[in-house]
């Protein structure tokens, strides 16, 4: 029989009832360390004082009006975002993929406006993952969750990560844009290296093409910048955010140049919910953490002091890991086990992490946390890689 929730997910019989930092307790009151964050969402931990004054503050006084009226914690967020950024101007939706989709409409529409409706299609790279409407997809282009939706939505062209030769060959006249994650999350923690990100803004250059940057999971403070983009010097077109700028609260958003939203006028485009004021008051009290005098340096420091305690960590376990990846505090254990059965057996030892494409264990802690926190983690990694050598 169905349960009364659509069972989409492969989910542990766990369930949580409080949390604090990086700490989160089950109905039994058992401690687990968070080192998954809610996939890359709780950017600042569980319960983070100035989070819970201001949603609570907020609450008591207005939640939604629409975007038929002027909302000024959103116009607030907006300037905030676009003066920390390359960005110009920024749309406001709920979710991770609903920013991919804002995104690749607006560089359609950028296209359109300049004279150029012919170009719809969107270069995308393979273990790409941008979120699960049709079009998101058909971005990804993975078999597993296109199979069985119908025709995949056209406007879509794969090409191999990293090989800026197949990105040239898949430039057709209809191109309107290209997409990438500068560190690939779902598809295995994969860092695109800074020249080739170099290498795809010249090319839109060259044919007039948008450079989209899916930075959901990356950005706000992830990787040690507020955005991944920065380790490179490349700044994109349109950038897609969400996960960590909500810290938990369901938040996205789309942030451009002027030049690539020119196409987007009054009536393009719109979200019921998106930017509404229990949201943006969220967003803002997120940014006054992260964008904080030193916030990025902690980051910067925990996760090299993270990176170091793991290398040592594969070092001293050859059999069950191969080496550690990823940037900032979106760290990757590439497995020599079955990476399912690992995380299984880490959340045996009471500590969460996520699993990824290429058989990679995600690690996706709060950025708050502090050395303290990192040797826990390293104490129930090692334990638990312990179990695959004792026969
Ligand atoms: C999570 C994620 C998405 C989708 O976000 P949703 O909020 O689940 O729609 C898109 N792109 C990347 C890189 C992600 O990590």
Same mark, same amino acid.
Request: charge should be neutral; glycine fraction near 12%; hydrophobic fraction near 45%.
């Given at each position: 029989m169905i349960t009364p929730v659509l069972p989409t997910y492969a989910r542990t019989d766990i369930a949580f009832v409080r949390g604090e930092g990086a700490s989160l307790y089950a109905e039994d009151d058992t401690r687990y360390l968070d080192f998954g964050g809610g996939i890359a969402v709780n950017a600042l931990g569980h319960a983070h004082p100035h989070l819970v004054k201001t949603l609570t503050e907020q609450a008591g006084k207005l939640w939604h009006t629409s975007?038929?009226?002027? *909302?000024?914690? &959103?116009?607030?967020?907006?300037?905030?975002l676009v003066d920390a950024t390359f960005a110009d101007t920024v749309f406001f939706g709920n979710s991770g993929v609903e920013a991919i989709e804002a995104s690749i409409k607006m560089a359609r529409r950028y296209q359109y406006k300049n004279g150029h409706p012919e170009r719809f299609?969107? *270069?995308?790279?393979?273990?790409?993952?941008?979120?699960?409407?049709?079009?998101?997809?058909?971005? %990804?282009? &993975?078999?597993?969750?296109? !199979?069985?939706?119908?025709?995949?939505?056209d406007g879509f062209d794969q090409v191999p990560f990293?090989? *800026?030769?197949?990105?040239?060959?898949?430039?057709?006249?209809?191109?309107?844009a290209i997409l990438i994650e500068p560190v690939q999350g779902e598809g295995g923690l994969?860092?695109?290296?800074?020249?080739?990100?170099?290498?795809?803004?010249?090319?839109?250059d060259e044919h007039g093409l948008m450079l989209i940057f899916?930075?959901? &999971? /990356? %950005?706000?403070g992830r990787t040690g910048k507020l955005f991944a983009?920065?380790?490179? %010097?490349?700044?994109?077109?349109?950038?897609?955010?969400?996960?960590?700028?909500?810290?938990?609260?369901? +938040?996205?958003?789309?942030?451009?140049?002027?030049?690539?939203?020119?196409?987007?006028?009054?009536?393009?485009?719109?979200? /019921?919910?998106?930017?509404?004021?229990?949201?943006?008051?969220?967003?803002?009290?997120?940014?006054?953490?992260?964008?904080?005098?030193?916030f990025l340096l902690h980051v910067q420091k925990v996760a090299n002091f993270a990176r170091q305690q793991l290398a040592g960590l594969v070092a001293a376990h050859p059999k069950v890991f191969e080496d550690v990846?990823? !940037?900032g505090l979106m760290l990757g +254990?590439?497995?020599?086990?079955?990476?399912? !059965?690992?995380?299984?057996?880490?959340?045996?030892?009471?500590?969460?992490?996520? %699993?990824?494409?290429?058989?990679?264990?995600?690690?996706?802690?709060? +950025?708050?946390?502090?050395?303290?926190?990192?040797?826990?983690?390293l104490t129930l990694l090692s334990e638990t890689a312990a179990t695959f050598e004792t026969p």
């Open positions: 975007n038929l009226y002027r *909302i000024p914690d &959103q116009e607030r967020l907006a300037k905030r299609r969107t *270069i995308t790279f393979e273990g790409a993952f941008h979120g699960r409407t049709l079009a998101a997809i058909a971005a %990804g282009g &993975q078999a597993k969750y296109l !199979e069985g939706f119908g025709p995949k939505t990293g090989d *800026i030769k197949a990105v040239e060959a898949a430039i057709v006249p209809e191109t309107a994969r860092p695109a290296p800074p020249e080739f990100l170099r290498a795809l803004c010249r090319l839109c899916d930075e959901v &999971q /990356t %950005g706000v983009f920065e380790w490179s %010097g490349v700044a994109p077109d349109i950038m897609a955010i969400a996960k960590g700028i909500g810290g938990g609260f369901p +938040l996205g958003a789309c942030l451009a140049t002027e030049r690539a939203a020119s196409g987007m006028t009054a009536g393009s485009h719109a979200s /019921t919910f998106g930017g509404n004021p229990l949201a943006m008051a969220v967003g803002n009290a997120v940014l006054d953490i992260v964008l904080a005098p030193d990846r990823g !940037e +254990l590439k497995m020599r086990v079955p990476n399912t !059965e690992f995380v299984s057996r880490l959340f045996a030892h009471k500590m969460l992490a996520v %699993g990824a494409g290429d058989n990679v264990v995600r690690l996706l802690p709060p +950025l708050v946390i502090g050395e303290d926190e990192v040797r826990e983690a």
